[in-house]
């Protein structure tokens, strides 16, 4: 499917996309956001927006041909780590009709949505938005950030890449950029050391269709995507798991995806962070002792946090294979006379022998955060960039959707002219500042991968500020967040901690390195959120 439909007018000619009759797309645009990429970040903020701003205008721009973002191109066993209650778009289920799920005698809150049950969800959130024109969206199409305008009312251009057409589009709020966090997947990414041809490289998406057995498969990386390959292999391959290798360049920490005891996910690592003075081992260990963390190997200390999260049954299965711990892979190479494959690390470790038709399994692209400027210092980055344009960084837990629809909501706020800017400007000490530039000054992105104790602890800091500005009454923005879906504040009974955790913040002043205007804006933000405080 290529490029839809036109803007200008909203309703006229307008091209049924997602499976209608195809109608020929206007090439010039008008809209009041252009929203690029169609993944989850942009599409939980584009359904929080036509919700709050009802006559808004969207138009998307996404380089694949169908909304999903990175899941269109996953591997097939792929579900998502965490329950699909807190995932996806806020306005529709994804984790199907609850009396259903009853009667099939399963949760719906440990429902987990497959790779297609994620694209449906999408696609009909589109759709939905297409059908009553609040959005259209231009699929098979990319975005040309080198052209983007220096002023607010230039043109923005993006061009077919079915056809080579180029739209230009007229965009009368912001342009919403939604590709920051865009993960590398291995299906997309080959494996960054040099590999001889003759050597067999499979990526998960290969797995499920492989009619040949291969004697050995040696997975590459021990992220998510590496556990559930190794999973895979044992449960639904059969593979004997004294034929699989699992590459372990560093141990890492892993969430329990079912504890026996309450969790509030990443919220709980940042708050123990916070406790424990910002001393990573220590913090891990006591998350561990609490029935949070696992690891693959009690006997050795992990130095990596990437928030995977599996089950112990699982954490079983990947018990069971070799786990190889040299490194990085530097080469894979065939041996003497073909009869071998030689597999080299950095100079500190000997290299490692296979037989000539073992496979080898990429599962080492870095996924969504690493590497990026944000995921570890993200001081100079801003989300409300200017009166033109929007960036989609996560600010808080759990990452993706509710970050991206709470940055929405936040924006249609600053449009309806009911988020509290008075107080903003009293934090920032600056009554003059315009009301962008206030929420620019004030949100910063949470530098996810970060150990820095004031990056790890800034979702506390960014959920209070979202509760204290969203509106001037905080408790409609409470209200608000428990009726999110995607929010853990929708959980019955749920306790955030999040008043005693910036007073603590406040206690732990010396540690965090705050500044006196820091410590005068925890003050402020303890004072206004006083009505929260069991919350
Ligand atoms: C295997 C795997 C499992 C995961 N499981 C979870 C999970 O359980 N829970 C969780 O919270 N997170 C999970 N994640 C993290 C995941 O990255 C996020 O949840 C989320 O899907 C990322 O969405 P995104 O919109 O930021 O990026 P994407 O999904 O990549 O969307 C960005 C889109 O922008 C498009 N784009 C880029 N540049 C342009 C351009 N110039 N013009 C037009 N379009 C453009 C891309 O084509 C892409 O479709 C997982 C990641 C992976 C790889």
Redesign the pocket.
Known sequence: MGATTSLCGLLGSRREPLGGDAVAPEREICCDYLV????????AFVDTLVEEMPSVRVCI????EA??????D??DF?????PSL??GLPSRQLEGNWLLSFLKFQKPWFH?ATKQEILRHYRAGVRSWSRAGRAQFYGN?????ARTPKSADGTHY?TSLDTGEEYSVKVSKKLVN??????L?PSKCPLPFPVDKEVTVLTPNDLPATRKRHPHYVVLGCG??GM?TVIYLQRKLGVDPKDITLLVPNDVWIYDRYPRVPSRGPWDFVHKYLECDGDFPRTCLAMEAQGLFLRFDETRMPTVLRHP?IDKKELALLRRVNMVRRGRVSSIKLGVGKRSILLKFGSDYLPMTFRENTAFVNCC?P???NGHRASLNSEDVDIFDSKSLIT?YIIFT????LP?SAIAFLEAGLQKGTIDLEFGRDLLEDSSLEPTEVLRRLFHPWPIMSKNLKGVVNPILNMALFLALAHRDCREVLRWLRSSRLSLFSMPMYKSGLWDAVNMMLEKKGNLGLTDKEERILRKLVAKLEPLRAV
């Open positions: 690029v990429g169609a993944g989850a970040s942009s599409l721009v996404e380089k694949r909304p999903g973002g990175h899941w269109n996953a591997y792929v579900r998502l780590h965490q807190f995932y987990r199409c990319e975005y040309d950030f993006f939604g590709v920051e966090y865009e993960p997947i998510k995507t559930d999260i692209s996924g969504p955060f989609l759990p990452p993706a959707s991206s």
